[in-house]
């Protein structure tokens, strides 16, 4: 296991060297690259653990989140990715009847992630 | 039946005709040519935002595959934007190489840009300024009639556009007529963070548009992101010359949903989510101020929808590559995030809206691909597909005319 997550976010470890991923690209890839089991299973602990996410990434200004706390906004962002897959598509890990994803660039901002 | 759908638009203009669309002008060669020569090489099209390149020096690069070129945007010491063919007056070789994106970007502290085959230089105006081993070229070489090749550039509320031709049949300003008038006041320039998906579709650029220009679509295509806007409508319908716009209005947004109402409390940010702050729209965008209105879709002809909402904006253009290919681009348009939640929840909304994308051009390469199989002649549209029948009308003006100048020209 090569990332470790700060303490009080251990029901998180399990997904964090799947999920926390640091481009828009690698984590749409994951998602497709699931299960919808594990989609769920992610997405339940995640959802939990956002608020905790999202109040530590705002002790760091914006952009700057940094070490382990790094990893876990990361693990929010693909919470983001896979929450419309359970939450609208039934845990499909692809945008049901949609053009094939794999066509499409994305550019955010000037980057990819 | 969806109650609040507005009766016949169709009625109020009788000029656009009612019958069923011919489907040639979607699979022709020679239509797609004479819409490359009449419409893409005549007129102004929009190439970037001036936020793409906010300092002198700052350039980028559109590729224009329908023309076979690509432009050089860049802003200049005196903060003015020059456009230029992306063309080296020595033997030809891209000036800026592009990345292998369809947009490129660089930046240069002398605002010049150099051409990395043999070392030429350019400033912002095109001029040619610098010529390794220049004595070495006979003396009928002359810097001043090797400029790069311009190309006609203005701006419009922020927005970049260009115009192919020698000699523009009129000013932007004239152009965009009461289009301009209608969205001038818009705040674009404040909500500049740009989200960009963009892909090749083997399908005729018109079937892109067509497939975002309307709203009956929503209840099946978005059936899967947006399952709270079953009960719209539209509205708002008005025309500016080949220009045109209507409103989108629904009953409803998206149900709330644990992560989607976590984003939206943070940051409005999806057409799919209320919103709640009150926002600056000009007074011809949602006249009434209607509670239900959702967005309003502006067509800038020939090929650019910029919709315009309260907090986000976003626009798609589709670029003619062959009668059956395209480039699609579209874009979405928030203010800057002040804080990392706020990063978060903006990227909620903008993967749910990726996601509606990917619905929406689901069904383009089907229809081209159904259409050439020559069963159909004809396609048949509803009250709410009118933008479809004004595009239609607009764009079959020009080709018509462009068939009367060749027959002219025969006489």
Redesign the interface.
């Known amino acids: 296991m090569s990332i470790t997550l700060p303490g009080g976010f251990e029901d998180l470890q399990p997904f964090a060297d799947r999920w926390a991923l640091a481009t828009?690209y690698e984590r749409a890839a994951e998602r497709r690259r699931s299960s919808p089991a594990d989609i769920k299973a992610f997405?339940d602990v995640g959802?939990r653990c956002?608020?905790q996410i999202?109040k530590r990434?705002?002790q760091?200004p914006?952009?700057q989140?940094s070490g382990v706390d790094s990893s876990l906004?990361h693990l929010?962002?693909s919470?983001?990715?896979v929450?419309?897959h359970v939450?609208?598509?039934d845990c499909d890990p692809r945008?049901?009847?949609?053009?094939r994803?794999e066509?499409?660039?994305?550019?955010?901002?000037?980057t990819a992630d | 039946m969806n109650a609040r759908l507005k009766p016949s638009f169709l009625s109020r203009y009788p000029e656009l005709g009612t019958e069923p669309l011919p489907v040639y002008p979607y699979l022709a060669s020679d239509y797609y040519q004479k819409e490359i020569a009449s419409i893409f090489r005549q007129d102004w099209l929009c190439v970037g935002r001036i936020e793409e390149i906010p300092k002198p020096g700052d350039y980028k690069v559109k590729r224009l595959d329908f023309a076979h070129t690509s432009v050089i945007l860049i802003r200049g010491k005196d903060g003015a934007i020059g456009a230029f063919h992306n063309v080296c007056r020595h033997r030809g070789n891209k000036v800026v190489t592009e990345t292998g994106?369809e947009e490129t970007?660089g930046s240069n502290k002398a605002a010049v840009i150099t051409c990395r085959f043999h070392g030429w230089t350019y400033d912002a105006k095109g001029a040619l300024v610098g010529v390794p081993q220049e004595e070495r070229f006979p003396p009928c070489f002359k810097r001043a009639d090797n400029s790069l090749v311009p190309i006609h550039v203005d701006t419009w509320s922020g927005f970049i556009c260009i115009n192919l031709a020698e000699k523009p049949r009129m000013q932007l300003s004239e152009f965009l007529g009461g289009l301009k008038d209608h969205l001038d006041g818009y705040p674009f320039g404040s909500m500049p963070?740009?989200?960009?998906?963009?892909?090749?579709l083997n399908c005729n650029w018109k079937i892109g548009m067509d497939a975002f220009g309307e709203a009956y679509h929503v209840p099946t295509?978005h059936a899967?992101?947006f399952?709270g806007l079953t009960d719209y409508w539209q509205d708002d319908v008005a025309f500016y010359g080949d220009h045109r716009s209507i409103a989108f209005f629904a009953a409803d947004m998206n149900p709330p949903?644990?992560?989607?109402s976590?984003?939206n409390s943070?940051f409005g940010a999806s057409i799919a989510l209320a919103r709640t702050e009150p926002f600056p729209l000009p007074k011809t965008v949602n006249p009434t101020r209607h509670k239900n209105w959702g967005f309003e879709q502006s067509t800038m002809f020939p090929n650019f929808l910029i919709h315009v909402g309260e907090g986000l904006w976003f626009t798609h253009q589709f670029w003619p590559i062959s009668e059956n290919k395209c480039l699609w681009e579209g874009k979405y348009f928030l203010k800057a995030?002040?804080?990392?939640?706020?990063?978060?929840a903006q990227?909620?909304a903008?993967?749910?809206q990726?996601?509606a994308w990917?619905?929406?051009?689901?069904t383009?390469e089907d229809t081209h691909d159904a259409l050439m199989s020559g069963a159909v002649k004809q396609i048949n549209l509803q009250d709410d597909e009118i933008m479809l029948r004004h595009a239609f009308n607009a764009i079959n003006r020009r080709v018509r005319a462009l068939d009367e100048e060749a027959k002219g020209a025969h006489a």
């Open positions: 828009e997405y959802l956002l608020p999202l990434a705002d760091y914006l952009g989140i906004f929010a962002l919470l983001a990715e929450a419309p939450e609208f598509y945008v049901p009847f949609a053009f994803e066509r499409l660039v994305g550019v955010h901002c000037g | 994106r970007y963070d740009v989200h960009t998906y963009y892909a090749h295509i899967g992101s399952p949903t644990p992560v989607g976590a984003a943070i995030p002040k804080t990392n939640s706020e990063h978060w990227r909620y903008v993967t749910l990726r996601n990917l619905e929406d051009t689901a383009m």
